[in-house]
């Protein structure tokens, strides 16, 4: 037999820095791990049908940082919500390969005044890490809809109308 291997768990990472780990854990999938939680993702070169693969994963974590700088901005902002969604399209070109369109559509079930939507839509496009990141080496735009139903009406409508103003 082989030696054991050791528990796998990333060291914590200082301000400012952020750590994963990830390893193959078998044939087209892989494994990673960040603050204790793993994910699985595809690594195949055909896609898979059960897995995100790294451009979903990327632009899921576009998606985490926006919805994360809601909950954020409405602190600082003393901005009043019940629910936000939101719906991303991105668009790569093939050589070189990488993305060079983010849509989106953020919903934010609220109340708040329209200066005071667009006050926090202009907060997390200024102020995202990951927004930042992305809007230096592609295009990134998008809407914020807001009211008091706003996210109860999520459906695929957004992501459909966003792919149509992608094209061309």
């Given at each position: ?5 050791a ?10 820095r ?66 936000a ?24 079930a ?5 200066h ?53």
């Amino acid at each position: 037999m082989g030696p054991t291997a050791a528990p796998w768990f990333p060291a914590p990472a200082p301000e400012g820095r952020y750590r994963v780990e990830a390893r193959v854990s078998g044939p087209g999938v892989a494994t990673g791990r960040a603050k204790g939680r793993t994910i699985e993702f595809d690594t195949s070169r055909t896609g898979s049908d059960e897995l995100p693969g790294p451009a979903e994963l990327l632009i899921l974590a576009f998606a985490a940082c926006l919805l994360k700088n809601v909950d954020r901005f409405s602190l600082l902002l003393s901005f009043d919500y019940d629910g936000a969604s939101v719906a991303i399209v991105a668009e790569r070109q093939e050589a070189p390969p990488r993305f060079t369109t983010i849509r989106y559509e953020l919903r934010v079930a609220t109340t708040e005044s329209e200066h005071r939507v667009e006050l926090l839509h202009r907060n997390l496009r200024r102020f995202g890490t990951v927004y930042n990141t992305l809007a230096a080496t592609c295009d990134v735009d998008g809407t914020i809809v807001a009211g008091p139903d706003a996210t109860e009406t999520f459906e695929r409508a957004p992501v459909d109308a966003l792919r149509s103003q992608m094209c061309c």
